[in-house]
Every structure is written in structure tokens, then in C-alpha cells.
């Protein structure tokens, strides 16, 4: 199952419908699902991607989301009425390129079931506890910081689609990779971003920089219009970055895409490879980078975070790692988990075992 309230309702009430059920006990989470949602952050195995996302909200202005989350009493979610001030940095002048895009996000999700709303809203709320907890750590998000990564997406996804949509600007662009001796002629075109996909964001990103060259001479020219779409350095900059940066979540999305195989046990370990990468890129000090990509990174983190701490409520993710012949037990001593919780591993998958498969010594 996914992640949306609906789901939740849903592992509540199947037991009394499958009494063999357990709810939230067998209840395995989308990780294709969570990993959509971390990265912009949608596919199967059900713990980590599908969502209008977290790491790439920071460079893609969007609509307000009409819609909040609201903790209610008994722990869980749901989603109410938006303020009027969602996002403190809303206040960005929406020009023509960012309206453009996000009415054609708004025609690709038309059709959405209710997830898009709900996954706006999750964003939004992160954010917001991201950029303050940077603030805590010195790293403070100015306008200027804010505006120049937000026109990023806009610019690279609107310069594709107007290219791939114009018979006289791909002619163009053609006739400019071909006139290139540098270009290996593995690639010719730009890449156009498709909304519901985060890895089409990375896709674009990084073809937007392999024709850097051929992308300025074409928005150089004054009776093409498109000025507007043209990165400033700065924007460069960050664009190299940005693509660097959301590397780290090609292998969770590749692994988690494979059909038939069995990847339950992989969940814990890929939440792990993921935080360290997320910790190191938040936290580093070997050259100055962005400061959006270090709040981007944390914000990333807390969505890390939270379904880390639901998947207590499935023991399946802690049986099969400590029944795995090459991880067991001695998997969460390596990471540092404490005794107490080594303990609980324990006695838990001892209870799974006596609970499903102990017949009594009298049945051999």
C-alpha cells in the first residue's frame, strides 16, 4: 500500500474483513512511494517513492496546495483547509515561464485520485521544519537564494517542451549539436520532464547540462523569445549541483523498479545508504555549495525520518533482515542500534516464529 490517509483507513479496517490479516503489523509500505517523496520527492515494493516532492520543491515553483496536514489526536494525519500563508517564501513574483509550468503540472495531475493533494501538502509542512532547523545551524536561506533555485526546474523543463513542441527550434538546436565536434553523438535532444516521474526531473537536469553550450546559443538568440528561459551562472551552478545531488536516488529507484525479485529485506538497508548520503551532502564543508541543496538535504532527512519510524509497526522489515544469511542480528549491532533495541529485534522475531510456525513438540 502507499502512503495516503486512505490506505491507512484501510490496514485499520481489513481485518474484520480478513481476520488473518494483521493491519498495520503486515501492512508493507510503498519504498518506491516514500523515495518519490523524499526525492521530489513514484513504482513497487512497498516502503520508499511516490510523490510531488520534498528535495525538489526547493527548485520548482508550484501553486500553493489548498490543502494542509493536521495532526490529529490519536497520532495519525489528515488533511484540512490551507492557511493562506502555506510557504513563507511564496511571495516569489510568478513570471511567464513558472506559470507555464505549473499549468501544465496542473493538466498532467488533472485526473489524480486525491494522492497529489495530500503529497503537496506532507511537502509543504517539511519544508517549512527543514528550512527552520538549518536556520538553528547557521544556514540561512536569503531571497536571492531562494528566488534563483525556485526558476530552475521552470526554466530547464519549459526550455525542453518549447523546443520539442517547435518544429524551427528543434530544427535549430539540431543543426547546433551537429555543428559541435565535441558532442559524441549519443545524445541529440533535450530531455522533457513528465510530472508524475522524479527521475525525469534528474533526466532533464542533466541533458539541460550536456548541451549547456548549445542551451545558451539557442536562448541567446533575440528572435527565438527565449530569453526568459536562460539560467544565469549562479543558476548553472546549482543546476551541476542539483544533478550531482540527486544521483543519490538512482539506486533505490533502480533496485525498487526490478519486477519479480524479492526486496523487502533491502528497505532498512537502502533507508540507511540513503540518510548517509543525505547527512553528508546537508552537512558538507569541503567547498562552499548551495545553501537551498544543504536545506533541500534536511528537509529530505525529517521525510526520512518519518517512515523510518513507521516501519515499527510492520516487524516484517526486522524478521527478514535478522533471517537474511548474510546480515542477522549482527546488522543492527554494526549501525549502533542500542541493547535495548537489539533485545526488542529479538524477542520479535522469536514471537513471529513461535506465532506462525511453532507447532508443538507433539506435531514433530
Not at 73 to 99: C, F, H, K, N, Q
Amino acid at each position: 500500500m502507499d502512503n495516503a490517509s486512505n490506505c491507512n483507513k484501510t490496514a485499520e479496517v481489513l481485518p474484520n474483513l480478513i481476520p488473518r490479516f494483521l493491519g498495520e503489523k503486515a501492512r508493507v509500505r510503498c519504498f518506491n512511494h516514500i523515495l518519490h517523496l523524499i526525492a521530489q520527492v513514484r513504482s513497487p515494493v512497498c516502503l520508499i517513492l511516490h510523490f510531488s516532492p520534498m528535495f525538489m520543491s526547493f527548485f520548482f515553483k508550484k501553486r500553493k496546495p489548498s490543502k494542509k496536514i493536521k495532526a490529529k489526536a490519536d497520532g495519525t494525519e489528515e488533511l484540512v483547509d490551507a492557511d493562506a500563508d502555506v510557504d513563507g517564501y511564496d511571495d516569489v513574483e510568478d513570471d511567464e515561464v513558472v506559470r507555464d509550468e505549473v499549468e501544465v503540472d496542473d493538466a498532467e495531475l488533472a485526473d489524480d485520485d486525491g494522492s497529489v493533494a495530500y503529497n503537496k501538502a506532507v511537502v509543504y509542512s517539511m519544508r517549512d521544519k527543514a528550512i527552520l532547523a538549518m536556520e538553528d545551524k547557521g544556514i540561512i536561506l536569503s531571497t536571492r537564494d531562494v528566488n534563483e533555485a525556485l526558476a530552475i526546474m521552470p526554466k530547464v523543463s519549459g526550455l525542453a517542451r518549447r523546443v520539442h513542441d517547435s518544429a524551427v527550434l528543434k530544427e535549430q538546436f539540431d543543426n547546433l549539436v551537429a555543428g559541435d565536434p565535441t558532442q559524441n553523438g549519443m545524445k541529440h535532444s533535450l530531455d522533457c520532464r513528465v510530472p508524475t516521474r522524479w527521475n525525469s526531473d534528474h533526466a532533464c537536469l542533466k541533458v539541460h547540462l550536456h548541451f549547456r553550450k548549445q542551451v545558451e546559443q539557442l536562448t541567446r538568440l533575440s528572435e527565438n523569445k527565449l530569453h526568459a528561459y536562460r539560467l544565469t551562472d549562479g543558476q548553472w551552478t546549482i543546476t551541476k549541483e542539483l544533478v550531482e545531488a540527486l544521483a543519490i536516488f538512482e539506486e533505490p529507484s533502480r533496485l525498487f523498479s526490478t519486477a519479480s525479485v524479492p526486496l523487502i529485506v533491502d528497505v532498512l538497508p537502502a533507508f540507511d545508504d540513503l540518510r548517509v548520503s543525505l547527512e553528508g551532502l546537508r552537512d558538507y564543508e569541503e567547498a562552499p555549495i548551495s545553501p537551498v541543496l544543504q536545506v533541500a538535504a534536511e528537509a529530505a532527512l525529517l521525510m526520512v525520518d518519518k517512515y523510518e519510524k513507521l516501519s515499527w509497526d510492520c516487524d516484517i522489515y526486522y524478521v527478514v533482515v535478522v533471517m537474511c544469511p548474510d546480515r542477522k542480528l549482527q546488522w543492527f549491532k554494526d549501525r549502533d542500534y542500542d541493547r535495548k533495541t537489539l533485545k526488542y529485534i529479538r524477542e520479535l522475531v522469536i514471537k513471529r516464529f513461535n506465532d506462525g510456525y511453532n507447532m508443538g513438540s507433539d506435531q514433530g
